[in-house]
């Protein structure tokens, strides 16, 4: 009887645990993708919060207050992985790495053109020219990664992008300068993501984003010489705190899916941050997509799952 109960009970306990470890992808490539997906949720409700501090801050402000907050952050989560492994003097080494470093550059350079450019452009050429990336990544991957692509996760890429202009729909008149200075800081995205594919194991995701928090914040502290200081108030300082803790959890979380999966897999799914935004316009702003944004938007996920479904097969060999 002991035993029967005692069978019973290793049962039930793995009956209930059965339905959370099922929803875990068992796959690293199917990790990868949900590490992506949170991520551009991070980044979307980011972006909403710098989009009502943009109209009463200088853009160089927000990132280095921002990114000082986001430092307090991170400088915490170091806490304990300092504790242990090697001495701390080693592990901080890490932190002026030439690859460490040469991905912060680009990830600040990226990201103060992304926004200085986002300032002077309609935010539907902004993005439209954002989404890009993902093709860049793809392409990029395939020619310095040595990742074998394939003319089929092509098409599907290319299908998503389709589905990201549908969604969009950029008005042609509203390119000028500024989307050169935009699509040039997509360029050192994606530059920087590749990167990331090539640092060593040994260097943590959180001094990697330590990295990116300090590059942006001389960066931005650089600009700032020029574009002057105001004074935020309460609410404004608020959406600060709220954004530094977005954009904490989505460095790590695009790091580690970086880090665990394919970029030609992986990258189709940063257009998940198109239909995040959708949701927030609608809740926000009453926005309702139109017939030809609602097509986008099939084709954006159709895409993503037709790439999902293409993962497990190996592509063809040149």
Not at 112 to 127: D, K, Q, R
Not at 277 to 302: H, M, S, Y
Request: charged share 10%; proline share 5%; hydrophobic share 55%.
């Amino acid at each position: 009887m002991a035993t029967g109960a005692g069978t019973w009970s290793n049962s039930a306990r793995m009956s209930s645990v059965t339905p959370l470890s099922a929803a875990w992808p068992a796959t690293a490539n199917g990790r990868a993708i949900v590490f992506m997906v949170a991520a551009m949720a991070c980044f979307i409700c980011n972006d909403t919060l710098v989009k009502y501090l943009g109209t009463a801050l200088p853009v160089a402000q927000i990132l280095v207050l921002r990114s000082l907050l986001v430092m307090v952050v991170l400088l915490a989560a170091t806490r304990p992985w300092i504790a242990h492994g090697d001495t701390p003097a080693v592990r901080w080494s890490m932190l002026g790495s030439r690859w460490v470093v040469l991905r912060a550059l680009c990830d600040a350079a990226g990201t103060f053109m992304y926004l200085t450019a986002l300032v002077n452009l309609p935010i539907a050429n902004a993005s439209a020219i954002g989404m890009s990336l993902p093709l860049m990544l793809v392409v990029l991957a395939a020619l310095f990664l040595g990742e074998r692509v394939g003319l089929v996760r092509s098409l599907v890429a290319g299908l998503g992008f389709l589905g990201v202009l549908l969604v969009i729909q950029p008005r042609i008149d509203g390119f000028n300068a500024f989307a050169l200075l935009c699509l040039t800081g997509v360029v050192f995205h994606a530059m920087r993501d590749l990167i990331t594919r090539q640092l060593p194991r040994r260097i943590p995701s959180v001094l990697i984003s330590l990295s990116s928090a300090l590059g942006i914040a001389l960066v931005g502290g650089l600009f700032s010489l020029q574009q002057g200081w105001l004074a935020p108030n309460g609410g404004q300082v608020a959406m600060l705190v709220a954004s530094s803790l977005l954009m904490a959890a989505a460095y790590q979380l695009i790091i580690t899916s970086l880090r665990t999966g394919e970029l030609s897999v992986i990258a189709p799914f940063r257009y998940s941050t198109l239909l995040f935004a959708l949701i927030i316009g609608w809740l926000l702003w009453d926005d309702v997509p139109n017939p030809l944004a609602w097509l986008g938007i099939a084709l954006i996920t159709g895409s993503g799952l037709l790439m999902l479904r293409l993962q497990s097969v190996p592509a063809p060999r040149s």
